[in-house]
């Protein structure tokens, strides 16, 4: 079976410090994009190209490089890659970076050629031997021609052009060539790729984390453009060759950012840092009493006219797009309906010119919210973006974005960023009721101003982190775990069960209470775990009396249940075997509490089990195909 690139980390320099340190720290910092394999490729200093991959971990090919001849790899320009794939075996074969039958050529790819397999014919009935079984190498091969012979003869940037004007499919990627020492092209369709400018050196790569501890200089690439980079500098050019003037923008987080700061896991630093994630997406979006957002190349009288909204996102930024509907639907009095990306434009929606399709996405590459927000906007329907990624490709694509700022998100699992995301879902609930003037201007600045209280009851909910692990590590041999919750309680318990089959790999499952006795009640067994989001007692008291039945229900089948409740909820105190107390706070802004504690307990019954809770198996952290 043909290999297929999928989620990618890309990195390639030219400088002057040692390329191999430089490409390995990158991938290092970009390995949550994939750790199927990894591979580099650099000058030989004898006219070819040294080429190391390895199946596996990135510490497998740090492994093989180290018990190499040296000097192979002292060259001050080269490239990496670590590979993600769903076809195919991630064998050293299949690592790339792949080459030409001359071994002139290097070439790593992010993404899928589509086309590749009439490429490959078409190289095969010209005599090409194929090394492996990857739509990339048929790239390597293409530019291999394109520079030995005919009009792009001998320019290593016009024959990449010729060749991404062949390709179908989404690819970044990244090419060198032994006999232009010195330089490195890129084309990207579709696919993440950044530049890093410096002083004498510069950077490629799918992640300003890649280079953000040399320069915080970046560039970003569009839509079919092709970047050359050298000691000197950087040129973009179109798919033809034309100039193009590039965006520049500088990186607003450091390395410190980037890296664990003390904790085992990437993940359990993120959980940490949710008070200054949220923090960070409320600053500068409240200004004159209003709510802005990042941009907006859509007028007010648009936002106004706005008759209904569609939410499309998927895995936990769904989640958060659930809990969109509530505060929407509540403050704007427009019905909204929320979906996965992924069935959103096969169903053939209803869309209009006064249709708002709100894409959630932290990566903002993620190719099932892509292609749903492509399809809004041929039916005409205005797309407001939330995502994390600067300048990535759907906030591009749409009209309006808001950016949650939360800073780079290593952890597979999606945590700071969920809050975030919820946080940025309410502000646009509220940029739209000051649009529509469904809320008044004091309203607005009320609602606000409990958003901005949240980072310290979060910080407050962190307290229980330890209650917390202690139980995880209690329940780490348990074969399956239930949650339950009601109104935003539902979407909470929704997350809280994908966080633990992605990272315990156990079987979890939430539900909304209320449908426990129209089946799942049926799974009730002795010392089933079961967690309860529990709604607040004083500002939900019919949910909270319901819920109360709820778990005495399962009591009396035998779960074994673990509460979160609102401090101070006696009520509920004699129902619970483990009781986790989180603050008070308004109703819609709940989940931004609650889901805490339910994002520790994965992770320690994750790590109780073993497990690397940064890069759980056979996920990725963003998913650039459909
Ligand atoms: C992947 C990740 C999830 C994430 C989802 C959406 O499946 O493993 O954690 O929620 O993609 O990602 P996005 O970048 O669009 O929010």
Redesign the pocket.
Known sequence: MATLTRVCGIVGYVGHRQALDVVLDGLRRLEYRGYDSAGVAMLDGAGGLAVERAAGALSNLEGKLAGQDGSRFTATSGMGHTRWATHGAPTDRNAHPHRDAAGKVAVVHNGIIENFAALRAELETSGVEMASETDTETAAHLVAAAYASGPTAGELTASVCAVARRLEGAFTLLVTHADEPDKIVAARRSSPLVVGVGDGENFLASDVAAFIEHTRDAVELGQDQVVTIDRGGYRVTDFDGAEVQAKPFTVDWDLSAAEKGGHDYFMLKEIEEQPEALENTLRGHFVNGGIVLDEQRMTEQDLRDIDKVFVV?????YHSGLLAKYAIEHWCRIPVEVELASEFRYRDPVLGRDTLVVA???????AD?LEAVRHARTQRARVLAICNTNGAQIPRESDAVLYTHAGPEIG???TK?FLAQITANYLVGLALAQARGTKYSDEVAREFEELAAMPQAVRQTLSTVDQVRTLGRELADSKAVLFLGRHVGYPVALEGALKLK?LAYMHAEGFAAGELKHGPIALIEDRLPVVVVMPSAKGRALLHSKMLSNIREIQARGARTVVIAEEGDEAVRPFADELIEIPAVATLLQPLVSTVPLQVLAAEIARARGYDVDKPRN?????TVE
Do not use: F, N, P, R
């Open positions: 996102a998927c895995g936990t930024a959630i996405s932290q990566s903002g590459e993620t919210t597979v699992a999606a960023t992605e996920l990725a952290k963003s998913v």
